[in-house]
C-alpha cells in the first residue's frame, strides 16, 4: 500500500522507506520559528548550543509593539539569543515584523517536503506549502533547537478533494467553517487537500485552510504541490526543494468531495468551532461592539481587499469599533499602496502594526465584560479575546466588515449586491 504526503514526509525525515498510522517517527527537523513569548522570563532557559542556527528564524509576533515591561524583556533578551548565536533569520519590530506564519509564508522559511515546527499551535498554516508543519510545546522546542530531533506519533489521513470555484463574496474561511461544522473533530489525524479545484484556490485561501486546522485538531494538514504554489515560491525559496505527491494507491482514513461552488456565508457561533456552524442568516441582527479582521489565518492582503470593497463608501456603525490588524508589515505596505487602508480608514476602522494582538487577546483589542464581538481570526473560545464574558462569533473578513457597517451581524451580499 501507497503513503500519504504527511506519511511520505515524515518517512524522508525518519530515514526510514514507510511509515504507517500507529509508526512512531523521529524526524529531523528542517526549519525551525521562535517567538518573542519563547524569550518571556516565565520559561526562559539557558542554552549553551544550537543545532544549526541557520534552521531557525526568531519572529516576533504576539507582544509587537511590547505592551508591558515583561514583553520588553522578552525582546531584550531574544535580542541577545540572536546576536550569541549569529541567527542570520532573524524578524524584530520594524519593516521586516509580521506574525510568523505569515513571514514564513513571505520568506520561504515552509518549503515543499519540509518539516517545521514552532511552539505556537497555529504552525500548521505552513501546511499550505506542502510540508509537514506543526505546533509543538517549550519543552520539546528546546530539545529541536539543540538536537535538531523531535517525534511524531503517525495518524490516519483524511483527504479533502476540491472541485469547483468560490462564488462571490465567499471565503476560504467559510469553506473552514463548512469542514468543522460538517464533519467536526480530526483529531489525531491528518488532513490532505487536493484535487481539480485546488487550482482555484489562491494561496492566502491555503493558507487560511491550513492555519484553521489547528481548529479542526488535525496533527497535520498538507496540500498538494502545483502550479500555483511553484509560482508562489519562485524568489522566495531560497534552496532546493522536492514536491511531494500522495501515491495513488495511498490509504486514507475517508475521503470527501468538497464543491466550492456549493459553499455560503457561515458563522461559528461563540464558545467553540466543531460542529457550531450556521449560515449568517440565522444570526443576523445580532448586535455587536466590535469586529476584529486580521491573524495569522486572515490577515491576508486578499482579506484586507475584501473588507475595503465592502466598507467603500460606508462609514462603520456607531458604537461598533472596526479593528484591522495586517499579518505583516509587509501585507500592511502592499494594502496601503493599493487603497486599501485608505478605505477602511474612511469607514473608520483602526488600523494596527501587524501582530497576534487582539486574537490572542493579548493587547489592541482586549474584549470587556459581557461584549459581542465577530471576528476572523483563529479562535472564538470563551475568554479567548478577553473577558470570559463576551461573546465571540467567527466568520469571514468580508462578513466581518459588513457587520461591522451594519452594526449588526450581516452577509456580506448586503453590501457587494449578492445577498441571498
Known amino acids: 500500500m501507497g503513503m500519504t504526503i504527511i506519511e511520505k514526509i515524515l518517512a524522508r525525515a525518519s530515514g526510514q522507506a514507510k511509515v504507517s498510522p500507529g509508526d512512531l517517527a523521529v524526524v529531523e527537523v ?31 509576533d504576539h507582544l509587537v509593539p511590547p505592551p508591558d515591561r515583561a514583553a520588553a524583556d522578552a525582546h531584550a533578551n531574544g535580542r541577545e539569543f540572536v546576536k550569541k548565536f549569529g541567527i542570520k533569520r532573524f524578524h524584530d519590530v520594524g519593516p521586516d515584523q509580521g506574525i510568523s506564519h ?23 498554516a505552513g501546511g499550505a506549502f506542502n510540508c509537514a508543519a506543526r505546533g509543538i510545546g517549550f519543552p520539546d522546542l528546546m530539545y529541536v533547537i539543540t538536537t535538531g530531533k523531535t517525534w511524531f506519533q ?43 479545484g485546488l487550482a482555484n484556490l489562491t494561496i492566502n485561501a491555503r493558507r487560511t485552510l491550513a492555519a484553521m ?24 525559496a531560497k534552496q532546493p526543494f522536492t514536491p511531494v505527491a500522495p501515491d495513488q494507491d495511498a490509504v486514507y482514513v475517508t475521503r470527501r468531495t468538497v464543491d466550492l461552488s456549493a459553499m455560503k456565508p457561515l458563522v461559528a457561533l461563540p464558545d467553540s468551532v466543531i460542529s457550531n456552524s450556521a449560515p449568517v442568516g440565522d444570526v443576523a441582527g445580532t448586535a455587536i461592539h466590535q469586529a476584529f479582521i486580521g491573524s495569522c489565518a486572515n490577515g491576508t492582503l486578499e482579506d484586507l481587499e475584501a473588507a475595503a470593497a465592502v466598507v467603500n463608501g460606508r462609514k462603520v456603525a456607531a458604537g461598533v469599533r472596526l479593528l484591522v490588524t495586517p499579518g505583516s508589515q509587509a501585507i500592511y505596505r502592499a494594502a ?4 486599501y487602508i485608505e478605505k477602511l480608514m474612511d469607514a473608520g476602522a483602526v488600523v494596527t502594526p501587524a501582530t497576534c494582538g487582539a486574537c490572542f ?21 470563551k475568554g479567548r479575546m478577553g473577558d470570559a464574558s463576551a461573546k465571540i462569533y467567527m466568520a469571514s473578513s468580508a462578513t466581518v466588515a459588513a457587520s461591522a457597517i451594519a ?3 450581516v452577509h456580506p451580499g448586503e453590501f457587494l449586491g449578492d445577498a441571498p
Open 30 to 60: 528542517d526549519s525551525v520559528l521562535m517567538l518573542d513569548t519563547n524569550f518571556l522570563a516565565v520559561q526562559r532557559r539557558e542554552v549553551l548550543k544550537l543545532h544549526d542556527p541557520d534552521k531557525i528564524a526568531v519572529i516576533y
Open 154 to 196: 503517525v495518524g490516519g489521513t483524511v483527504r479533502y478533494d476540491i472541485t469547483g470555484k468560490l462564488p462571490h463574496g465567499v471565503a476560504a474561511k467559510d469553506v473552514f467553517l463548512h469542514l468543522a461544522g460538517t464533519y467536526g473533530n480530526h483529531a489525531n489525524q491528518n488532513v490532505e487537500i487536493g484535487g481539480p
Open 407 to 409: 452594526g449588526t451581524i
Open 102 to 124: 505569515v513571514i514564513a509564508a513571505e520568506n520561504g522559511y515552509a518549503l515543499p517536503s519540509m518539516v517545521l515546527v514552532c511552539s505556537d499551535s497555529h504552525t500548521c
Open 213 to 236: 486546522g489547528a481548529e479542526l485538531s488535525a496533527d497535520f494538514i498538507t496540500f498538494e504541490h502545483d502550479a500555483v504554489l511553484e509560482d508562489y515560491l519562485k524568489g522566495r
Open 336 to 339: 496601503l499602496k493599493a487603497g
Open 361 to 381: 487577546g493579548g493587547h489592541m483589542g482586549v474584549l470587556g465584560p459581557n461584549e459581542t464581538c465577530i471576528t476572523s481570526s483563529t479562535r472564538n473560545f
